[in-house]
């Protein structure tokens, strides 16, 4: 079945730009929306955008000025980059799969999460 | 803030019948579809219900969702040990153009 796997840096600076990756193995990417969901420590989740198969993205207005998601369907790989980063975008980000026949928000299969910590 | 609303603690006694609630606007519940997301401790969240009312495929029917008007909620009967962890609302957002989350349940078995 299809499996996701998040990669990413770790440990950033304040101010710095990143990129991480999503992986997905096992399945197509075409006819899916592909999102990225974060979860600061003890903290609820937040949607942070997705991006259908065809390349159309949308992004929560929240971050939208620092967020670029794209796909690349030749690597089968989902990526988010973030500008100016800050302590506030220290969390778990996961990415997940949503347009499955469970409906096009609803997010059915995810990654295991990777955690990115913002601090100098 | 969240857009959603939940009460952030649950608790019950293995076996017994345990609701969670989710209140939002009639931007985001009022006019679209509930998903609830199941996380225990240490993994990521997992789909649990979908469409306000739906399971997916391998959901025990001990939880069940329902929908009415600008409010959302999910059910869990025959309360287990191992459904200890925190459960999420989601839907999509009209003005915000946007899934939203609500803040979060902790469930503890008692």
């Known amino acids: 079945q299809v499996q996701l796997q998040e990669s990413g840096p770790g440990l950033v600076k304040p101010a710095e730009t990143r990129s991480l990756t999503c992986s997905v193995s096992g399945g197509s990417i075409s006819g899916y929306y592909w999102n990225w969901i974060r979860q600061p420590p003890g903290k609820g989740l937040e949607w942070i955008g997705h991006?259908?198969?065809?390349?159309?993205?949308i992004y929560n207005p929240s971050l939208k000025s620092r967020l670029t998601i794209s796909l690349d369907m030749s690597k089968s790989q989902l990526s988010l980059k973030l500008t100016s980063m800050t302590a506030a975008d220290t969390a778990v980000y996961y990415c997940a799969r949503s347009g499955h026949i469970y409906g096009a928000n609803a997010f059915d299969v995810w990654g295991q999460g990777t955690m990115v910590t913002v601090s100098s | 803030q969240s857009v959603l609303t939940q009460s952030p603690s649950a608790s019950g006694t293995p076996g017994q019948r345990v609701t969670i609630s989710c209140s939002g606007s009639s931007s985001n519940i009022g006019g679209n579809t509930v998903e609830w997301y199941q996380q225990l401790p240490g993994t990521a969240p997992k789909l649990l219900i979908y469409s306000n009312n739906q399971r997916p495929s391998g959901v025990p029917d001990r939880f069940s969702g329902s929908k009415s008007g600008t409010s959302a909620s999910l059910a869990i009967s025959g309360l287990q040990s191992e459904d200890e962890g925190d459960y999420y609302c989601?839907?999509?957002?009209?003005?915000?153009?946007?899934?939203?989350f609500g803040g979060g349940t902790k469930l503890t078995v008692l």
């Open positions: 989601a839907v999509w957002d009209d003005g915000l153009h946007g899934v939203v």
């Open positions: 991006i259908y198969y065809t390349g159309t993205a």
